[in-house]
């Protein structure tokens, strides 16, 4: 069992930045792909950023060069800096582990940009 605590949320202006955290605990280590996905209201969740134990990245479009996302090995946790908000990335943002279909995922986390 994998449990996934989020942080990191808040309100914040177009153009601000916030950090996003995903500490994980449990059997993760197998486990290799992470990612942050967000679902706006009336929405699908969509895929955001994902990152291999490799290191390879993986953004979509919309926060390509704005967003950025790593990973601490040593603490379990993956991170996922966003910069130049826009009042469309407002959503409620979820860590994944290991994947949409079989994966866990988080609590999810409120972003919210306002213009």
């Known amino acids: 069992q994998v449990q996934l605590v989020e942080s990191g949320g808040g309100l914040v202006q177009a153009g601000g930045s916030l950090r996003l955290s995903c500490a994980a605990s449990?059997?993760?280590?197998?486990?290799?792909?992470m990612g942050w996905y967000r679902q706006a209201p009336g929405k699908q969740r969509e895929l955001v950023a994902t990152?291999?134990?490799?290191?390879?990245?993986n953004y979509a479009d919309s926060v390509k060069g704005r967003f950025t996302i790593s990973r601490d090995n040593a603490k379990n946790t993956v991170y996922l800096q966003m910069n130049s908000l826009k009042p469309e990335d407002t959503a409620v943002y979820y860590c994944?582990?290991?994947?949409?279909?079989?994966?866990?995922w988080g609590q999810g986390t409120q972003v919210a940009v306002s213009s």
């Open positions: 990152i291999t134990t490799g290191g390879v990245t």
């Open positions: 449990g059997s993760i280590f197998s486990i290799n792909v």
């Open positions: 994944n582990f290991g994947g949409v279909r079989y994966g866990y």
